[in-house]
């Protein structure tokens, strides 16, 4: 199962930014989507995830600053970063997790997000 992340790009500290991951209908419809990040040097990370019902989870590290969403009729799901800081930096994966927010099948090439000072 591979999801397609877009929208990364250059963008300076304090700016908001909306990244999209879109999905074959079959896989949006039945699983949870998980948003994750890897830095520079460092492993892979879930920043935030979001049920089919619409509830989310964040790791404690983005709380107040990511903001996740999905959109059912168009089987994509969104990650709005605001106030954008230098450390996340990275690229930004999404992918189909399990109700224990585990990833769920093979990764697609991610977005890459720049955040200058």
């Known amino acids: 199962v591979q999801l397609q992340a877009s929208g990364g790009g250059l963008v300076q500290a304090g700016n908001s930014l909306r990244l999209s991951c879109a999905a074959r209908e079959i896989t949006f419809r039945f699983n949870a989507i998980g948003w994750y990040r890897q830095a520079p040097g460092k492993q892979r990370e879930l920043v935030a995830s979001?049920?089919?019902?619409?509830?989310?989870h964040y790791a404690d590290s983005v709380k107040g600053r990511f903001a996740i969403s999905r959109d059912n009729n168009k089987n994509t799901a969104y990650l709005r970063i605001d106030t954008l800081k230098p450390e996340d930096t990275a690229v930004y994966y999404c992918?189909?997790?399990?109700?224990?927010?585990?990833?769920?099948?093979?990764w697609g090439q991610g977005t890459q997000v720049t955040v200058s000072s």
């Open positions: 992918q189909a997790v399990d109700l224990s927010n585990r990833p769920l099948g093979s």
């Open positions: 979001i049920r089919v019902d619409g509830s989310s």
